[in-house]
């Protein structure tokens, strides 16, 4: 389909504090998000899975650094949410609750996982997480290293 998406890049701008002219700053690192967000993939928009991220780690924050790097990606801050993994885990695990495989696959290889690490709700692993909010949960195990992901190339 053609389709022209816009966002605004306000939320990523902010006043120039010690500028002697009406002058804005950017956060870039808020612009690489919505300029992900404009030329994303086409389906994972199409498929519009809310992904549930969780951190089992026990380390702090990770949840927020993977959050980022799916933001870089195209997965909109309204399609994430982040919570902490009810325990601690040594596999990072992908859940699809939603058949939304498309956007499931895309995680996997974004966080450099093989595809075994990709299961639905018919699987019994699944069971622990049939009452998630997300369509997809993603749960960070100790394994999780944000230096093993596929980081997006800038431009």
Known sequence: TNEIRMVSIASATYPCGECFAAKLDADWDKV??????????GKIQAEGALVELQNGTGQQGLDEEFASLLRRRGISEQDLLLS???AVRSRTLIVDLSGKEYTAQKLAEWLNLPGDRIIDISDPAA???TESTGDIVVVLGSDARL?????????
């Open 127 to 129: 069971a622990g997480f």
């Open 147 to 155: 230096t093993t992901a596929v980081l997006p190339t800038g431009n």
């Open 84 to 86: 902490d993994a009810v």
């Open 32 to 41: 690489e998000e919505l300029k992900a967000q404009v030329f994303a993939d």
